[in-house]
């Protein structure tokens, strides 16, 4: 099982990234999957995440109406789309295999999101 992170960057305050999250190993829409990201001091947070069963999204109330969570079924891969981007969304953002509790049992490597001016 291995969960591939990619599409961070530098970007300015009220710009856009779309994160990607491809994995292997196993059959990405079978499972929950989730983003997460960890700033400079800060514990590790949820940001977002996608049920197997019906495809329902979450949100955290600090990026609800400015991120977009999106599965790609044949690609295997997770998406979340990240707009009007603030200072405070700086972290590395992590994407997660969940089990059915919701706590993740796997991790990708993590991408830097560094928005600043």
């Known amino acids: 099982v291995q969960l591939q992170a990619s599409g961070g960057g530098l970007v300015q305050p009220g710009g856009s990234l779309r994160l990607s999250c491809a994995a292997s190993?196993?059959?990405?829409?079978?499972?929950?999957i989730g983003w997460f990201r960890q700033a400079p001091g800060k514990e590790r947070e949820g940001v977002s995440c996608i049920s197997s069963s019906d495809g329902s999204i979450a949100y955290a109330d600090s990026v609800k109406g400015r991120f977009t969570m999106s599965r790609d079924n044949a690609k295997n891969t997770v998406y979340l789309q990240m707009n009007s981007l603030k200072p405070e969304d700086t972290a590395v953002y992590y994407c997660?295999?969940?089990?059915?509790?919701?706590?993740?049992?796997?991790w990708g490597q993590g991408t830097q999101v560094t928005v600043s001016s």
């Open positions: 997660a295999k969940l089990r059915s509790d919701w706590t993740a049992d796997y």
């Open positions: 190993g196993f059959t990405l829409d079978y499972y929950a």
